[in-house]
């Protein structure tokens, strides 16, 4: 498999609850998501809306066959950052937490839980929202993606 797919199969239910845990902990890493639930971007449920792309991101994991495609994963989070928060990343951070989310999906298939590990074990450096640059809404493009 190559990082731009990942492929099918059910998760164990040990690896299952490890992927969940790694979407948070790559979620709670990347700094455009996190300047969006910090701001409000989304209203007063930015959280709600951060928590429910994350189960929606494993729902579609855990309820589709596969392959599971590097595009239809990108856009699934492109259009829910447009959607819920109203802004557009063009950092190239919805790719890179893609490509994580696809490869940590493939570890876990095969009972390999070191990625998540590795990020249970480093923890980001100082809150990841104030080593972003605030910048007023209506100019922000999404901040990059940090301490992965």
Known sequence: MSASTSGGGPLSPQA???FQEGIRLVFGRWTALQMAVENE???RDSRAKADQL????FSWFANSKGPFYYEDL???MFDSMSESFHTDCEDGSVGEVAVHLLTMHE?????NFSSIEKLRNT???G???SQSRQ???SSIKCSFFSCM
């Open 74 to 76: 990108e856009d699934m």
């Open 127 to 129: 809150n990841v929202v």
């Open 107 to 111: 570890e876990c298939l095969q009972n």
């Open 123 to 125: 923890r980001p450096q």
């Open 16 to 18: 299952a609850a490890e």
């Open 54 to 57: 994350a189960a929606s991101i």
């Open 135 to 137: 910048v007023p809404f």
């Open 41 to 43: 971007w989304g209203g």
